[in-house]
């Protein structure tokens, strides 16, 4: 899915592009796409686009008369930038925007079909669709802390949940806490001030170093890479291999749709966290530190 960095790319890429420019029309693909009813599509053509903005994981054309765009991009939906008037791609697209200059192209490769579309009218409509986080690279460490412990989760859930800080998923969570030096599985009322105020400053390193790398990456062009997995990243999407910080092999546990990703060594003190389906399946089997592995 992408997150925070990813969406911030996409919409520096964007407002070059279409900000003081004319959207002559939104061409819907899949029906199941748009989740609103008014306004409808034909509603916003012909306005000019006034700013992108990014609202928790969704990516915001603003346009003239207080109409706004709010897409959302779920885990496989991804945003392409073509000719004026291109060809909605025939089996994964969804979506597209036609500008004066081009055309941003809204596609997702998975059958289950997640991406959603939302056209409001107002700031209040726009509000609505504000799950409430605050945003992790402008809170200070107070706001922080208390966003962080208003709930007692897993730190891993806590920072992925929208409710409580935007923008910040599966991914660049899995390399915060490999920053951080925390275990995904501490509980948030067990954290002491020294480790929150390790997790603030992981939070907003990690933030920020993403956002630079792929602003230097993309240059002036469009940000066509943009995936969860990346080869640079320390732990997320590399069970198996080296952690860059200790050698040790990184560390999964399995999930629903998502796997989370740690190293044993740097972040749990060599103790290897549950697996709830394969810990289960080998019982008294299952190694519980790393040494067991070797």
């Not at 009813?37 to 003239?64: D, F, S, Y």
């Not at 890479?225 to 990184?250: I, Q, Y």
């Amino acid at each position: 899915m992408p997150e925070l960095p990813d969406l911030t790319v996409y919409g520096e890429a964007l407002e070059r592009r279409a900000v003081g420019r004319r959207l002559e029309a939104i061409r819907l693909a899949s029906p199941f796409l748009l989740r609103t009813v008014r306004p409808p599509p034909e509603a916003l053509a012909g306005k000019t686009v006034t700013g992108i903005r990014r609202i928790g994981k969704r990516l915001v054309l603003a346009l003239e008369e207080d109409l706004f765009a709010a897409i959302h991009l779920m885990i496989a939906g991804r945003l392409r930038w073509g000719a004026r008037g291109a060809r909605i791609p025939a089996r994964l697209g969804l979506a597209a925007f036609d500008l004066e200059v081009g055309t941003l192209l809204l596609t997702e490769a998975s059958a289950k079909k997640r991406a959603s579309l939302h056209l409001v009218e107002g700031e209040a409509g726009l509000r609505d669709l504000d799950r409430g986080g605050i945003e992790p690279l402008d809170a200070p460490l107070p706001a922080f802390r208390q966003a962080l412990t208003r709930e007692v989760h897993t730190v891993k859930r806590a920072l992925t949940d929208p409710r409580l800080f935007a923008g910040i998923g599966n991914a660049y969570s899995d390399e915060i806490l490999h920053r951080a030096r925390l275990s995904p599985a501490r509980r948030t009322d067990q954290l002491g001030d020294d480790e929150i105020a390790a997790l603030h400053a992981a939070v907003r390193r990690v933030l920020r170093e993403w956002i630079d790398r792929l602003r230097e990456q993309t240059g002036n062009g469009w940000p066509d890479k943009v995936t969860a997995f990346r080869e640079e990243m320390a732990v997320h999407g590399r069970f198996g291999r080296p952690c860059p910080d200790c050698g040790a092999p990184v560390q999964r546990i399995r999930y629903a749709d998502n796997e989370c990703n740690y190293c044993a060594r740097c972040q749990t003190g060599g103790r290897l966290l549950a697996d709830r389906g394969l810990s289960r399946l080998l019982g008294k089997d299952w190694p519980r530190r790393l040494e067991d592995l070797e």
